[in-house]
């Protein structure tokens, strides 16, 4: 079979996995309000499980289509924006990663990242608290609902 059919296919069946995953998790609207109803007693519980250090990993193919372009975009735009000291002090990093090469293997089996995806970090006591967000996947016909509910994960991971 020809290597640039293996790619598409290999790049559909992880978009069509994102879709899926995606499908089953709570809509956008309860993803960005469902803190609002936390109690004084949880907020300071979450300050004390605040993150060290966050790391975002944005995976991606070789070639990417236009949402994976977009999520990766947002997400970086988010923390530059929104978080311009944590990013400058390395609290937040930015990974951009092509899961094919062969140098990012290991990034790659240290997520489980499979096709394109958008992983968030968050290091607390010195381990790591790897989660994949399919949510953003819903998000990106709305930088501004993307930013808001983007800006609040991580605000949560911190701790604020």
Known sequence: MNKKIIIGLVIGFGLLTVLVL???????????TGN???SQSQESASKER???KIEVAHFHGTQQCVSC?????FALETIKNKF?????SGKIIFRDINGELPENAALVMKFQA??????VNAI?????????DTTVWRLISDENQYVSY???KLKNLLGR
Not at 69 to 73: A, E, F
């Open 22 to 32: 995606a499908s089953l998790n709570p809509p956008a609207s309860e993803a960005i």
């Open 36 to 38: 609002q109803g936390q």
């Open 50 to 52: 605040s993150a060290e």
């Open 69 to 73: 372009i977009t999520v990766g975009k």
């Open 84 to 88: 311009p000291n944590e990013f400058a």
């Open 114 to 119: 499979r096709g394109s995806s958008l992983f």
């Open 124 to 132: 607390m006591g010195g381990k790591d608290n790897i989660e994949e």
């Open 150 to 152: 983007f800006q609040n």
